[in-house]
């Protein structure tokens, strides 16, 4: 699947409140768009990890991990 094809995750979830979803439920790709950037760390094995909250006064985090 190419990336333009996965659904913004806004319209698929409340992602205000991701906890009332099961783990099915998320067991499929989406966007993350006008997400941001809260902190990025590489890990022992070159992983990046990225911290993104979907608005600048949200307390939900979401957490991306990819090689590059």
Known sequence: MVADEYPDIRAKFDVSDMSQYSDEDLSFPVKLTKFYVQETHKDRIGSYHYLLPPSQ????????VSND
């Not at 006064?57 to 991306?64: E, N, V």
Request: hydrophobic share 40%.
């Open 57 to 64: 006064d949200s307390d939900q985090y979401f957490l991306l």
